[in-house]
């Protein structure tokens, strides 16, 4: 059975060592399995589904994690300090501090600002060099500028409330910009160096 595995930080094949049938009322079979990471031995534990492939013929899907919690997950490759403030970022919206939380995007979107250009100084400034570069595309800059202004916001002693869903939103925003600069563009300029290679 197919799960994520937080350790091996891949999709990974794993062990069923036992489960449970669940009924969850979606109308398909649904288990929660207790799983071994084929690669890293660690334990998982997931909830699946089963679907159908073909007339009559019904599969597992993978596996989606319920523990380790994956909701403090961040992807290894962006960079710590980056990467820390979206842990923070994400356990405060947890503890329903949405203020707290937007703060912390704000941090994490300064880190990603400084580790292009140890010299910036604000966010505003850093964002805008960003797109300049082409780091970020006109969108990302505009869900940044949003993140900056709510941040502001959040940060000082006003009598402005930052909502759960606008912290949710603004959430999804740092961490999409992180993954988009930190992964996505490693990747596609991975794949372009192998396109010339071939
Ligand atoms: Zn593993």
């Not at 962006?78 to 937007?102: D, G, H, Q, W």
Request: proline residues 3%; glycine residues 6%.
């Amino acid at each position: 059975m197919i799960a994520e595995c937080p350790y091996c930080e891949l999709k990974v094949d794993c062990e069923d060592k036992g489960h449970i049938d669940f009924d969850t009322g979606s109308g398909y079979p649904t288990k929660v399995v207790l799983l071994k990471c084929k690669i890293c031995q660690k334990p998982l534990l997931g909830i699946a589904e089963m679907f159908q492939v073909d007339y009559e013929k019904w599969e597992w899907d993978a596996a989606s994690r319920l523990w380790p919690d994956p909701e403090a997950d961040i992807n290894g490759t962006i960079p710590e300090l980056v990467r820390n403030s979206l842990i923070e970022a994400k356990l405060c919206f947890k503890a329903k501090a949405y203020s707290a939380c937007t703060v912390m995007c704000g941090r994490a979107i300064e880190g990603v600002c400084k580790h292009h250009d140890a010299g910036i100084n604000s966010l505003a400034t850093g964002l805008k060099k960003l797109r300049e570069s082409g780091v970020i595309d006109e969108r990302m800059y505009s869900w940044g500028e949003a993140l900056r202004i709510s941040r502001n916001l959040g940060a000082h002693a006003t009598t402005e409330q930052i909502n759960q869903e606008d912290a949710h939103d603004l959430l999804d925003f740092s961490i999409a910009i992180c993954e988009h600069i930190f992964i996505l563009n490693v990747k596609f300029d991975r794949f372009k160096q192998r396109q010339l290679g071939a």
